[in-house]
């Protein structure tokens, strides 16, 4: 079984950054995609980012330009890179992974599409 465990999350100021991790072991990360989602209280998980096996990113609209994802092979870990933090990305940042990988925007961003996710990280901006 895929195991994904993030870390990296804590409290920062607005406008400050952090960098989340996501270590994988039973698949390497090249051969599947790779997602980003967070949920605050009260509200449902929404998708943040996602890189799939070639490469290709995609964003939510709310942290693109803010926000990378990227991948390192060798240690089969993904990162999310955070700069210019608002309180609005406070939540719960949730690893995931989907093996389906097929090609729609609708799929690509739909919780119920992937396959393994991480026991989550906190992320608390202060105003």
């Known amino acids: 079984q895929v195991q994904l465990v993030e870390s990296g999350g804590g409290l920062v100021q607005a406008g400050g950054s952090l960098r989340l991790s996501c270590a994988a072991s039973?698949?390497?990360?090249?051969?599947?995609?790779m997602g980003w989602f967070r949920q605050a209280p009260g509200k449902e998980r929404e998708f943040v980012t996602a890189?799939?096996?070639?490469?290709?990113?995609y964003y939510a609209d709310s942290v693109r330009g803010r926000f990378t994802i990227s991948r390192d092979n060798a240690e089969n870990t993904v990162y999310l890179q955070m700069n210019s933090l608002k309180p609005e990305d406070t939540g719960v940042y949730y690893c995931?992974?989907?093996?389906?990988?097929?090609?729609?925007?609708?799929?690509?961003?739909?919780?119920?599409?992937?396959?393994?996710w991480g026991q989550g990280t906190q992320v608390t901006v202060s105003s």
């Open positions: 995931a992974a989907d093996r389906a990988l097929v090609g729609s925007m609708i799929v690509i961003t739909k919780a119920t599409a992937y396959d393994y």
């Open positions: 039973g698949r390497t990360v090249s051969t599947v995609r």
């Open positions: 890189i799939n096996p070639n490469g290709n990113t």
